[in-house]
């Protein structure tokens, strides 16, 4: 059987390189990622996936994606983290999520995150992250 969290490690370390072919890897063909918490259509397919994580490498100076607990079932894993990093300008973003990822045959096939949009807004206009996100994110990765 799969290690269906070794992937998603797989996910996360290729992204932290800004590595968007070692992330595309460990997707199906057929990926579907509803990456906005519902705000936005899904992504459909690794040629969109691809132009989407290349457009958000640009955009990026740093990576700092973490996990705080991760579980897995069968095909499925559950993750609650943070997505944080530092826009080219150095607007420092820290957004607190959950996300499911149903795997087919090894790979993530459906990947569905969820998080409050307007965090990611305030802070991408240069609000700053809220004491409150900091004191949510002050635990330990796993």
Known sequence: MPDNIATLRKVISSWHEADVEGVLSCLHEDITWNNSGGLKPPIQGKAQMRKTLEAMKGRLKNNRWRLFDVAAVGDTVWMEGVDE???MDGTRVAIPYCGILDYEG??????REYFEGRLQEEQVAGKGVRDTVDAMLARPAV
């Not at 090894?106 to 990947?111: E, S």
């Open 106 to 111: 090894g790979v993530i096939r459906h990947w």
């Open 85 to 87: 990093f530092d826009t």
